[in-house]
């Protein structure tokens, strides 16, 4: 969970789960619309590090699985309560759980008592914290304690899926990003500079067109005046899904600015060496 806000090649600007220390809670995307049970397999993960609690977004791809990213599950501590309500809290407090230990994060137990699934983080073995762009495999799960029973599971794209989208009609091709970002907007007193604010903590989605496409990285642009799309991801949104066609074609990693208002990378999972481990736990 080192190195949260990075400088890798420019300022990137790890899209990590805001920090929600003890007392505040962070918050959902750069322009976007309330998801209500548009896509319900989608939840969000809170979880304690060395650092403190933190929150990410993620996507249920089978009873017992939900597909993050790495940096949403490197270093965490105990078990990631899990929840797939979209509306967590529409003003302060958030309600969301406390680790009696915080040092030793949550355990089983207290999170099914307070009302939510509980797990176990893995990280892909590849992980590269950010630090080489060629095998970035900023991918990761959480394994379940228990089968969620009421909520269809969403599919992992297949093989090489964004292969087929040719280059020329990229920045022309809408990816649907859902999580429990941060929104960006004015506040309602002060400076009137668009910022990330705290509430509410709901799940979100947009729609943005594509940018650049590499071996690893889908990138796009998130800016919400851009006609083409509705806004882009932003804190907390890290680890939840893009969809293409319905599928998961990658989760959301990476930001270039501090008020989430211009490109946004995504570590895709239709390529080998997302699939080749995701595999490993019956995916």
Known sequence: MKNRLIAAIVTLFALVASLIGASTSATASTGGTPDAELHPN?????????????????????????????????????????TFRSVIAEQPPSGLPVAADKAAGYTQTELETAGYYSGTAYTHPQYSDFTDMSNWNDVGVVVLDQTVADVTPANIAALKTLNTVPRAKLAHTLFTAVGYGTEVRKPDSGPQKPQPMSYPLIRRYVDMPGQKLTPQILQTNGNPNDPRGTGGTCFGDSGGPVFFKGNVVAVTSYGYTDNCRYLGGYQRVDIAAAQNWLATFGL
């Open 42 to 82: 989608v939840a969000l993960l809170v979880f304690y590090t060395a650092e403190g609690r933190f929150r990410c977004s993620g996507t249920l791809v089978s009873p017992t699985v939900v597909l993050t990213a790495a940096h949403c599950t490197d270093g965490t501590l105990g078990r990631t309560a899990v």
